[in-house]
């Protein structure tokens, strides 16, 4: 664990542009997180105001407040984590104000957008004379320290499932986390490869974040990555977070990870109610049918389960769309959020017991 930090997510926490800053309140291996800043949403349980139980992290206005209750708690806050997720990850005028003050402050930052803070001179200069480190996730490693395909993902005979999804924003990281505990308590060892800044910042001790790497240079990073995963840990699963999605206008991601990562299995993270790419109006998605006819035609391998993001419904809502798409494709469809993932592991198991019996000989 990397220190105690306060999450920077002013004016989009609940929204698809704070992403980050809820994959951090529900999940993260690295930090302890002491406290949200949104004034937006000051007084509010960070958690409660995703998934509707509270865990004790709360929303605050400033970091003033935040400084003094982390200091009240028992746990001085040492890092200041940028939340936000803007569509082009640019950093926002007021948010660079913020990262100057936390600076002033002591605190650490760390970031994952396209605007590096080891790039602004000020930011630089300020940093050093208050003894603290900037540290820019997104920012590409030396190209001598990259690698190309080379076919070594031939080697692992670990049940690679890729959790790809119909949008950007859909949910695809949550879900892939849901599924690797899932994986865990039923007996499966599973490592999580993440692709994107969140994912990085939650602890996957596997990650590649490919929307910054130069394009020759993605496959053989994907490659590398899950291979690694095998080669250290020898799961029984991997499991591969999505990025974007095959068919959404500004973010067609995926296409890197059927074809390098060479998933056994596509998981397809859905949500019912949106009828628009995410950040996009005027372009709607694609039909659920026609999505997974191109992930299968593209991979030549199945989609095995859909898991449904709930947002804009509720109870017997969640439900019927569940219903409804298991009717009109014919694939299982889980909310995963709400319901756990054990269901969808029961739909993993004959696959995972395949590749069981592959390493046994039988």
């Known amino acids: 664990m990397d220190g105690n930090a306060i999450v920077y997510c002013e004016a989009a926490y609940g929204t698809p542009n704070g992403k980050t800053a809820h994959g951090l309140v529900r999940k993260t291996k690295r930090y302890r997180v002491l406290s949200v800043l949104d004034s937006s949403l000051a007084g509010r349980d960070a958690r409660d105001a995703l998934d509707g139980h509270a865990e004790g992290i709360p929303i605050l206005a400033t970091l003033e407040e935040a400084l003094a209750a982390a200091e009240q708690a028992g746990h001085p806050a040492t890092h200041f984590v940028i939340g936000l997720a803007p569509d082009g990850g640019r950093l926002p005028a ?130 590398h990555a899950v291979w690694s995963a095998w080669k250290e840990a020898k799961p029984a699963a991997i499991v591969v977070e999505g990025q974007g999605s095959l068919m959404n206008p500004g973010y067609p991601g995926g296409f890197e990870i059927l074809a390098a990562a060479r998933p056994d299995v596509v998981v397809l993270q859905h949500a019912p109610a949106r009828k628009e790419y995410d950040g996009f109006p005027g372009y709607p998605i694609h039909p659920l049918p026609q999505q997974i006819e ?55 198991t004959p696959h995972l017991d395949r590749v069981a019996g592959r390493r046994h000989g039988d």
């Not at 100057?100 to 930011?123: K, Y």
């Not at 989609?303 to 409804?324: F, K, P, S, Y």
């Open 94 to 223: 007021a948010g660079r104000a913020a990262v100057a003050e936390a600076i002033r402050a002591g605190l650490h930052v760390d970031a994952g957008l396209h605007d590096f803070l080891t790039e602004d001179s000020e930011l630089v200069a300020l940093a050093a004379e208050h003894g603290v480190t900037l540290r820019d996730v997104r920012k590409p490693p030396p190209r001598s320290e990259l690698h190309f395909f080379s076919g070594k993902i031939e080697e692992v005979d670990s049940l690679k499932i890729a959790m790809l999804g119909t949008d950007s924003a859909v949910g695809k990281r949550t879900s892939a986390w849901l599924v690797v505990d899932a994986l865990e308590a039923a007996g499966y060892p599973a490592e999580m490869v993440g692709t994107g800044q969140t994912a990085w910042m939650q602890g996957a001790r596997f990650s590649v974040i490919t929307d910054s790497l130069v394009s020759d240079f993605v496959s053989g990073e994907l490659e």
């Open 294 to 348: 191109v992930v299968e035609l593209l991979s030549g391998k199945p989609v095995v389960a859909i898991t449904v993001n709930h947002e804009g419904l509720e109870g017997q809502e969640i439900d019927d769309a569940c219903r409804e798409i298991t009717e009109t494709t014919g694939v299982a469809a889980f909310d995963v959020l709400r319901d756990g993932a054990e269901g969808l592991v029961g739909v993993l």
